[in-house]
T-cell receptor, first 112, second 112 residues
Framework: SQTIHQWPATLVQPVGSPLSLECTVE??????LYWYRQAAGRGLQLLFY??????ISSEVPQNLSASRPQDRQFILSSKKLLLSDSGFYLC???????????FGSGTRLTVV | AQTVTQSQPEMSVQEAETVTLSCTYD???????LFWYKQPPSRQMILVIR??????QNATENRFSVNFQKAAKSFSLKISDSQLGDAAMYFC?????????FGGGTRLMVKP
């Protein structure tokens, strides 16, 4: 069966520090991968998605970047965090052409 | 571009009663799917129900059903016999191509 892992669960980082959030999927190959951000009490905003290794589409210009170094690994990064980067970050995957999305358990990021 | 709008930030229902959550969407795609997701306090995203746009019949999953009005681009969720465990944030979402776009969410409170 397929599973999605996302870590860390909670992170507190100072302004100006770097960020690296990791998401991995097991039990499948060539998944579509997604990073979403959810501000407090708000909906989910799509940040990045990837349909293959090294292929990244950005939906929102911002202080963040994403990379897909391996087929089932998706990384969200920042060189210098801003206060506005605080939020809940969710990773998701789906089979290409399928319409069932599975979400990770999320990372709560607080920038102080 | 796709948009999803949930006009009810909060809804309240008495236990065992029925409640309807509203959602409207806009898309230029002809092939798309619509979803309702539940997000409990754990913030895990749980798929409640899914509707294929090409199907005229409204989807049903136990106590959950939808009213899909394609011409009006409306996709409401009806929860029958509401239970305390139904209390959560509910998100409407639209998938076309590789994109899954969410509405802002409706917080559902269930009164005992």
């Amino acid at each position: 069966s397929q599973t999605i892992h996302q870590w860390p669960a909670t992170l507190v980082q100072p302004v100006g520090s770097p960020l690296s959030l990791e998401c991995t999927v097991e039990g499948t190959s060539n998944p579509n991968l997604y990073w979403y951000r959810q501000a407090a009490g708000r909906g989910l905003q799509l940040l990045f998605y990837s349909v293959g290794i090294g292929q990244i589409s950005s939906e929102v210009p911002q202080n963040l970047s994403a990379s897909r170094p391996q087929d089932r690994q998706f990384i969200l990064s920042s060189k210098k965090l801003l206060l506005s980067d605080s939020g809940f970050y969710l990773c998701a995957w789906t089979y290409p052409g399928h319409r069932l999305y599975t979400f990770g358990s999320g990372t709560r990021l607080t920038v102080v | 571009a796709q948009t999803v709008t949930q006009s009810q930030p909060e809804m309240s229902v008495q236990e065992a009663e029925t409640v309807t959550l509203s959602c409207t969407y806009d898309t230029s795609e002809s092939d798309y799917y619509l979803f309702w997701y539940k997000q409990p306090p754990s913030r895990q995203m749980i798929l409640v129900i899914r509707q294929e746009a090409y199907k005229q019949q409204n989807a049903t999953e136990n106590r959950f059903s939808v009213n899909f009005q394609k011409a009006a681009k409306s996709f409401s969720l009806k929860i029958s016999d509401s239970q305390l465990g139904d209390a959560a944030m509910y998100f409407c979402a639209n998938n076309a191509g590789n994109m899954l776009t969410f509405g802002g969410g409706t917080r559902l409170m269930v009164k005992p």
